[in-house]
């Protein structure tokens, strides 16, 4: 495996499953010392005790996002720990259902506290501190955000997480246009459908079956279909590039269905 990533450390918000916790597992094994930060406890300090069995470097913090004042204290805790933070996936994310007619607020809040507010704080606290220890300057600091197909194809039943996740994709234009000059690669990944807890009671359906035979490849995407683009841009090869959204779909979102 190629250890481009070694030396650096790395935060992944949102990896106690799904594709935070096979981003973690990947960093790790590029090099990286790894924080799994989410909610659940138990669940990242089982994924970071695995990367550690395997010889990789690991811990595990417990963050709300949502909960935007915990997220500099956690990154502090983080820098003691690993040492200066070079790399934040930001992955954190919820999945906004239902239909605009019934949405409540409560959901649209929800929604918007962990997919935009979250991605925000967590690049502003680690941005701080990559420009605070020199990391920034020496050229290794990556915001990497993860986005999804939604930043630009309405997925039909999630307004507010389409919008969300439109909103992540100008922020990560916006804070890659003011933290470029100052050192910071800002860029983000749009996903197309992976089969995870957010969305997996969906493929069962019968609507569900109907989307994925719309789609040109008639398939769901792995996780590991991501792998090489967030390694390019968590490493020295994301020098040049600034606030781009990388969409990886398999197609999915092209139009005129199957
Ligand atoms: N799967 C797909 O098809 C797909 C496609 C495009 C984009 N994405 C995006 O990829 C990201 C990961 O999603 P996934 O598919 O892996 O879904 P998932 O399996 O449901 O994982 C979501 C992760 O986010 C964490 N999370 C949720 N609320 C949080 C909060 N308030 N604070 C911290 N962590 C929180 C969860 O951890 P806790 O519950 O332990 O906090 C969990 O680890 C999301 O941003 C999603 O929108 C997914």
Same mark, same amino acid.
């Given at each position: 495996?190629?250890?481009?990533l070694?030396?650096?450390?790395?935060?992944?918000?949102?990896?106690?499953g799904?594709?935070?916790?096979?981003? %973690?597992?990947?960093l790790?094994?590029?090099?990286?010392?790894?924080?799994?930060t989410?909610?659940?406890?138990?669940? =990242?300090?089982a994924? /970071?005790? *695995?990367?550690?069995?395997?010889?990789?470097?690991?811990?595990a $913090?417990?963050l709300?996002?949502?909960?935007?004042?915990?997220?500099?204290? /956690?990154?502090?805790?983080?820098?003691?720990?690993?040492?200066?933070?070079?790399i934040? =996936?930001?992955? /954190?994310? =919820?999945?906004?259902e239902?239909? %605009?007619?019934?949405?409540t607020?409560?959901?649209?809040?929800?929604?918007?506290?962990?997919?935009?507010?979250?991605v925000?704080?967590?690049?502003?606290?680690? %941005?701080?501190?990559?420009?605070?220890?020199?990391v920034?300057?020496?050229?290794?600091?990556?915001i990497?955000?993860?986005?999804?197909?939604a930043?630009?194809?309405?997925?039909?039943? $999630?307004?507010?997480?389409?919008?969300?996740?439109?909103?992540?994709?100008?922020?990560?234009?916006? $804070?890659?246009? *003011?933290?470029?000059r100052?050192?910071?690669? =800002?860029? %983000?990944?749009?996903?197309?459908y992976?089969?995870?807890?957010?969305?997996a009671?969906?493929?069962?359906?019968?609507?569900?079956?109907?989307? $994925?035979?719309?789609?040109?490849?008639?398939r769901?995407?792995?996780?590991t279909?991501?792998?090489?683009?967030?390694?390019?841009?968590?490493?020295?090869?994301?020098?040049?590039? /600034?606030?781009?959204?990388?969409?990886?779909?398999?197609?999915?979102?092209?139009?005129?269905g199957?």
């Amino acid at each position: 495996m190629d250890q481009t990533l070694t030396g650096l450390a790395a935060v992944v918000t949102g990896a106690s499953g799904g594709l935070g916790a096979h981003f %973690a597992r990947l960093l790790a094994a590029n090099g990286a010392a790894v924080a799994l930060t989410a909610r659940r406890l138990d669940m =990242v300090e089982a994924v /970071a005790a *695995e990367i550690v069995a395997s010889g990789g470097r690991a811990i595990a $913090l417990k963050l709300d996002v949502a909960d935007a004042q915990s997220i500099g204290p /956690a990154f502090d805790e983080i820098e003691a720990a690993l040492g200066p933070i070079s790399i934040l =996936v930001n992955n /954190a994310g =919820v999945g906004g259902e239902g239909l %605009a007619l019934d949405l409540t607020i409560e959901e649209w809040d929800r929604t918007f506290d962990v997919n935009v507010r979250g991605v925000f704080f967590s690049a502003q606290q680690a %941005a701080v501190r990559m420009l605070a220890s020199g990391v920034a300057a020496a050229g290794t600091a990556r915001i990497v955000n993860i986005a999804s197909i939604a930043s630009h194809t309405v997925l039909p039943g $999630l307004s507010a997480y389409n919008a969300s996740k439109s909103a992540v994709a100008m922020l990560t234009r916006s $804070l890659a246009r *003011e933290w470029s000059r100052r050192g910071i690669a =800002v860029n %983000a990944i749009a996903p197309g459908y992976i089969e995870t807890d957010i969305n997996a009671s969906w493929w069962a359906t019968e609507g569900g079956q109907k989307q $994925l035979k719309g789609f040109p490849r008639r398939r769901l995407m792995e996780a590991t279909d991501l792998d090489a683009t967030l390694t390019m841009l968590c490493g020295p090869a994301a020098r040049a590039i /600034a606030g781009t959204l990388i969409t990886i779909d398999d197609g999915q979102s092209l139009p005129g269905g199957g």
